[in-house]
């Protein structure tokens, strides 16, 4: 995807990381040359478990428009249960693509007209010491997998500055790990 205005929403629950996520892919399009960043958070009840959506636009120029994504190019999924609560592929463009949380393969989901990129980052996340349920890391590495907007390097520079607190070196490789494991359907 070499586009110049690349819309991306995020879906994933409370405490899934769905915001940090949005933010550290935000800090590296900066760092590789996109001069205009948004990230429009929404929450519905703001309680762990519910609901997360998160809007982050990335274009060459400057951006003026801070409302919500009807449209996004990009659509990434931290929990495959979200597929059967809500319709997370709601306005996605024909050619897009759909990043999923799940253990299944991407054959397995029936989606026409974009590319769908899956991999098992609960599991990942777990095999290299992350904190149960955080899958923030990890869905980075299937989201560059999916759509080489940005390096997985420099993703995972800004994922060691952004969590350097909270296990740093084991986010980092969570996102490289997924990111060596997600499979990638053709656009059907």
Same mark, same amino acid.
């Given at each position: ?110 989606? +026409? &007209?974009?590319?769908? $990129?899956? /991999? ?5 996340? *777990?095999?290299?010491?992350? !904190?149960?349920?955080?899958?923030? +890391? &990890?869905?980075?590495? $299937?989201? /560059? ?5 940005? *390096?997985?390097?420099?993703? !995972? ?32």
């Amino acid at each position: 995807m070499k586009e110049e205005n690349i819309e991306i929403r995020w879906h994933g629950r409370g405490g899934q990381g769905t915001i940090t996520a949005a933010r550290i892919v935000a800090k590296a399009a900066l760092r590789v040359g996109y001069t205009g960043v948004v990230m429009i958070p929404s929450f519905g009840t703001e309680r762990r478990g519910a609901p997360v959506l998160t809007s982050l636009k990335i274009s060459r120029e400057k951006i003026y428009d801070l409302s919500e994504i009807e449209y996004p190019d990009i659509v990434v999924v931290l929990d495959h249960l979200l597929l059967d609560d809500i319709n997370v592929t709601e306005g996605l463009k024909e050619g897009g693509i759909l990043v999923i949380n799940t253990p299944r393969s991407p054959h397995d989901y029936k989606y +026409s &007209g974009v590319k769908v $990129a899956t /991999a098992d980052v609960t599991a990942i996340a *777990g095999e290299v010491g992350v !904190t149960y349920g955080l899958v923030s +890391s &990890g869905i980075i590495g $299937a989201f /560059a997998r999916a759509s080489s907007l940005v *390096g997985i390097h420099i993703l !995972t520079d800004v994922i060691k500055e952004e969590l350097k607190e909270r296990r740093p070196e084991e986010n980092a490789q969570a996102a490289t790990i997924t990111y060596e494991r997600t499979i990638c359907s053709e656009v059907d």
